[in-house]
Nanobody
């Protein structure tokens, strides 16, 4: 399994970005897929999860602003990020949990105030 993340960039506070994570190999619906982030000097933290059945979970700080979704036809998971804040600045990583855990490369999100 390989994960390819994209979509990061520089955005002003209040703006939006959409991250994509494309899975090469088995169907994405076979996995518990997640987005994590790591800000400088901080530990990596969970942002959002989407299960095989489509159930979702979010960390409190992004509830109501971020939406995780999945397109099975494209074998891709998305993270729509709205109302971005400077504290959302981090490297964002996608993650697939199945028999093994696989990480994608990070994509940098920078939110300017």
């Amino acid at each position: 399994v390989q994960l390819q993340a994209s979509g990061g960039g520089l955005v002003q506070a209040g703006g939006s970005l959409r991250l994509s994570c494309t899975v090469s190999g088995p169907p994405v619906r076979n996995f518990l897929m997640g987005w994590y982030r790591q800000a400088p000097g901080n530990q990596r933290e969970l942002v959002a999860l989407i299960s095989s059945s489509g159930g979702t979970k979010y960390t409190d700080s992004v509830k109501g602003r971020f939406v995780i979704s999945r397109d099975d036809a494209k074998n891709t998971v998305f993270l729509q990020m709205n109302s971005l804040k400077p504290e959302d600045t981090a490297v964002y990583y996608c993650n697939a949990q199945g028999r093994f855990t696989t990480w994608g490369q990070g994509t940098l999100v920078t939110v300017s105030s």
